[in-house]
């Protein structure tokens, strides 16, 4: 019978081993398909970012193009503006409109002395 112990001792170490949790995420390994789809993946990406930025730099040069058009202009209207109001300043433009107006040189001027007022103090 003590055989038959001794084998029963042995047997009960003999459990079966677990296999360790397998990992939620997939290995990723560096065989020649996987590096070869990681290298077109990292390849499309970069090509997408390059058209992007390529059409955010061609935009920014059409609206600066167009705001140096604007600039161009108002510049433009504003020697136009500066010329009239010049003009409008002259004596000949002040005189014609006063003549326009039915207005009359006056032909003396009398000032008011102000000797013996209350505003002299």
């Known amino acids: 019978m003590t055989r038959y112990f001794a084998l029963a001792l042995n047997t ?3 459990t079966a081993k677990t296999k360790p949790a397998a990992s939620s995420r997939p290995k990723f390994s560096w065989r020649p398909k996987n590096l070869r789809s990681a290298i077109l993946s990292a390849l499309f990406v970069l090509g ?3 058209l992007i930025q390529v059409n955010s730099i061609s935009t920014k040069g059409y609206e600066i193009k167009q705001l140096e058009q604007k600039l161009v202009e108002v510049r433009e209207q504003n020697e136009r503006l500066e010329l009239e109001a010049r003009s409008l ?3 000949e433009t002040i005189q014609a409109q006063a ?3 039915n207005l009359v040189p006056s032909q003396g ?3 008011f002395s102000g000797n013996g007022y ?3 103090r």
């Open 109 to 111: 001027v009398n000032y």
């Open 48 to 50: 997408v970012a390059y």
């Open 12 to 14: 009960g170490s003999l």
């Open 89 to 91: 300043k002259a004596i």
């Open 118 to 120: 209350a505003f002299e």
């Open 99 to 101: 003549q326009a107006l």
